[in-house]
Nanobody, 124 residues
Framework: QVQLVESGGGLVRAGGSLTLSCAAS????????MGWFRQAPGKEREFVAA????????YYSDDVKGRFTISRDNAKNTVYLQMNSVKPEETAVYYC?????????????????WGQGTQVTVSS
């Protein structure tokens, strides 16, 4: 059974940093495309960052490019999202997702497995 478990969310001040983790079981992250999405209150879920199965190809939304970094530790079967210079409007539930094809693109419909999400609250 595949499980993706996010952790690391919490309360952070605007301009601060936070690192989210996504621990996978039942699949090997080195063979999957992995992505991070977020959903703010009253809004649709949106793409944040993704990487192809090798981790060598990464994609970011324009909103987070240059501030967020997606990475993976294959030995720990875990994917990370390093968030720097966070903004209050980035308050949301952040979700980790896995995609069998290995491409790690920004299209929500391409992903096969989802975590339960972790809340990130950015105070002003």
């Amino acid at each position: 059974q595949v499980q993706l478990v996010e952790s690391g969310g919490g309360l952070v001040r605007a301009g601060g940093s936070l690192t989210l983790s996504c621990a996978a079981s039942g699949l090997t992250v080195s063979t999957y495309g992995m992505g991070w999405f977020r959903q703010a209150p009253g809004k649709e879920r949106e793409f944040v960052a993704a990487s192809g199965y090798s981790g060598g190809t990464t994609y970011y939304s324009d909103d987070v490019k240059g501030r967020f970094t997606i990475s993976r530790d294959n030995a720990k079967n875990t994917v990370y999202l390093q968030m720097n210079s966070v903004k209050p409007e980035e308050t949301a539930v952040y979700y980790c997702a896995a995609e069998r094809g290995g491409y790690g693109l920004g299209y929500e419909d391409e992903y096969d497995y989802w975590g339960q999400g972790t809340q990130v609250t950015v105070s002003s």
